[in-house]
């Protein structure tokens, strides 16, 4: 869905109503949020040990996911915290955009994800 409503190019992004960037940031949000759940739900079943912050418990998987979902994890981790508290006076634009338009590896997220699943079942 997210795909459908993101617009082709950064400046058609900026130009657009408010309500399509809005829409952009809280998908973005939500896949943020679903993929922390994931981890959490896949931790607690393979028993990785002790976790304390969200920190650590990325840290866990850091050797089971590839460098380039873990990053895009953590740039999705970072991008929603600033939505969600607010910090207007941030300048997100055009991470939102760029997140928005690349999101290989939320595909590979969920195909790395059921192979640790299958691999630990």
Known sequence: MLGKIVLNNYEKYIKSESIIKAAVERYLQLISDLELEV???????????????????????????SKEVVGGFKKRRTLRNILVYAYFDMHYDKEVFEQAKNRNDISDFIKEIKEIVKKHS
Do not use: A
């Open 39 to 65: 981890l959490l739900h896949v931790y607690k079943d393979i028993d990785l040990g002790i976790s304390g912050s969200e920190e650590s418990l990325v840290s866990r998987f850091e050797n089971l996911l």
